[in-house]
């Protein structure tokens, strides 16, 4: 028999509208027996609500939307590991999109995610979300922005990490090392990550003596064939260069894919360096030195604020900056 609410009703001896504010935690004026008597019989039978009646009741889901760039490269999936441990512990579930770095496919996802009446959104930005802000603008639930950050002020949060800083220890720590010719194969130059990330190398060169010099950046995607080819292009332009410090770790690991191929020994004849830490960067051969982001801290803390946000906290332009640290493995070394 499939048990409904009416007959916890009947059985706790109260009525359905009485169970409902209990299983939905509105019951502030039913004294602590009633509320102990619904909820034992609820166990008994193993009671799961329909989710669409308690909505009605609650006005809410209890659903999330997270829109991520690329599932494919494996420091998205840590990021939704984070906010989906976080949301599920907060009985809330997480409707997840992949928008391939596409502003129309992010566009579509965004109004899939309002349709499904999603309690907020946690975004990732695509690359190519440059400049066009106004179907954020006009979302109406919290909205908190995770890793790429965005030139607009109506965001619930931002939940960011100091590329600036990464890469300027990471950079420091080549030229400490004796590498002095740097090629920088970067990102995507219309994400905030990348322009960050190249100020960060700029800077280090500069407190390093070295002089910039623009053809040893080459800037694409962040994925593992833009690594490759742009090894390709620094040998065919025939570039003289002694490290590759990489704007990910999946450009970092197609890098080290073609510098293998082309017969180069990391770190002998060429130091490599990433940016993230992905677990595969331990995995790799040799080992890739890179810098950790918190990861999986940053979905975590977004579900966190975006749950005050729903709660009506009225958290609004909270802009938290996480720490980065240098993870040196074996794909660099003392020259
Ligand atoms: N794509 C891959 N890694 C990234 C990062 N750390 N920040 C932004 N976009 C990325």
Redesign the pocket.
Known sequence: MKITIKHIAQEAGVSTATVSKVINKKDEHISAATVDRIMKIVKEYNYIPNGLASSMVTKKTKTLGLLI??IT?P??PEIARGVEDKANEENYSVIFCNTDDDLVKEEKCLAMLIEKMVDAIII?PSAERTKDFNSLKNISIPIVFV??DLEIDFFTAKVL?D?YEGSYNAVTYLIENEYRKIAFIT?PSS?K?SQQRLEGYKKALEDGCIRYDEKYVLEGT?KREWGKQAIQQLIEQKIDFDAVYC??D?IAIGAMKALKEKGYKIPDDIGVMG??NIYISELVEPSLSTVR?PNYDMGSKAVSIALEAIDDKQIKGEVTILKTALIIRKSTKKR
């Open positions: 760039p690329d490269n420091f998205f990732v890793d790429r990490v590329n990102g994400t990550t962040f704007g990910d999946i940016y993230d982001q």
